[in-house]
């Protein structure tokens, strides 16, 4: 059978798509407690996993350089490149004598419109630190410093930095990660391939057990801006319910979360296309797991049902959440 459809896209009367994907909610003593689809399917960990990857940092870097909550909440972000992001990763690299000619994840333009037409406006060009993952990779280069190994390479797979970044994601993800399948991020380190439901219970045991995630935890919830940006809906999130409910969501539609304090995971894979309507589907199945209230408060609501507008700006249609896929949760 083929996926669920967990949300469609509407223009005017017309369903002209349809968005498929799988989703596992897992707690803490590794139990499939609600799914919809397929819970056990393959993906690519992607960005959701930031957390997770920023925990050799954590434990054993971040205290010696005297980093704050701030400096672990860029490490775990998928930034939008404004300034508050470019100044928060050079403060991190700085912590280590570091600068930004160290990173090695590729120029990109600033994911906020605002900010790339400011920098385009002025002359400037795109640089690595600009890139979404640059705090990743600064957490990467301080833990290198720290533990006095070579800068150089660090985004390989042999490398002692990426060794201590795939034990930290085979921890929690209890994965014997040296069999699994694995690819290249757009960051260009490695990411692997894992059953969803195993996402979801790396969130929800890194919650209950793992003091590093929790530091993680803790930074996001108090640095939500920076863990996002302007207009993305996992920094609207953190904002709204960081106390009750820590979100990753990472590309190629794979989105993961904890209900905090309960040591619930829960993970979304969305087939190919569709990620404009990852925010609504998050939001169903975090109502329906009683981790936020309803009606939703007000920063969140936009996300719920996100209208679809022409280039002029004119609603045109929107994305609907079909909510009877998700009656397994």
């Not at 009367?13 to 498929?20: D, G, M, Y």
């Not at 930031?50 to 930034?79: M, N, T, W, Y």
């Not at 400037?124 to 800068?151: D, E, I, R, Y």
């Not at 190629?252 to 609504?280: D, H, S, T």
Request: glycine share 12%; aromatic share 4%.
């Amino acid at each position: 059978m083929p996926p669920p459809v967990l949300a469609s896209l509407w223009r005017g009367a017309v369903r002209e798509a349809r968005v498929r994907g799988h989703v596992a909610v897992v707690d803490g003593r590794n139990r499939l407690v609600g799914a919809a689809g397929d819970p056990d399917v393959l993906t690519t960990v992607r960005s959701c996993v930031k957390p997770i990857q920023a925990l050799p940092f954590v434990e054993h870097a971040a205290r010696r350089l005297g980093a704050s909550l701030a400096d672990i909440a860029i490490a775990c972000s998928s930034h939008n490149g404004e300034d508050m992001h470019v100044d928060a990763v050079r403060r991190l690299l700085g912590l280590a004598g570091l600068d930004e000619t160290s990173l090695r994840c590729g120029p990109q333009l600033p994911m906020d419109e605002a900010t790339g037409r400011r920098l385009l406006a002025a002359g400037g060009t795109p640089q690595p630190v600009h890139n979404n993952c640059s705090g990743k990779h600064a957490a990467m280069l301080a833990t290198c410093a720290v533990a006095g190994w070579s800068l150089e390479g660090y985004m390989e797979p042999g490398h002692p930095c990426q060794q201590a970044v795939s034990a930290a994601l085979a921890r929690l993800l209890e994965r014997e990660l040296t069999s699994a399948p694995w690819g290249i991020d757009g960051c260009g380190l490695p990411t692997y391939g894992v059953q969803l439901s195993s996402v979801a219970g790396a969130f929800a045991r890194g919650d209950q057990a793992d003091l590093g995630f929790a530091r993680c935890e803790a930074a996001m919830a108090s640095h939500p801006r920076l863990v996002a940006g302007t207009g993305r809906f996992d920094t609207a999130l953190l904002q709204v319910a960081g106390s009750r409910v820590i979100a990753k969501g990472g590309a190629a539609g794979i989105w993961a979360a904890v209900v905090r304090g309960q040591g619930l995971g829960l993970a979304i894979k969305l087939e190919a296309g569709g990620g404009e309507a990852m925010a609504p589907i998050a939001l169903a199945v975090l109502r329906r797991l009683g981790a936020l209230s309803d009606p939703l408060p007000a920063p969140l609501a936009g996300f719920a049902a996100p209208p679809r507008s022409n280039w002029a700006g004119t609603r045109v249609g929107e994305i609907r959440v079909e909510e009877s896929a998700l009656d397994g949760l």
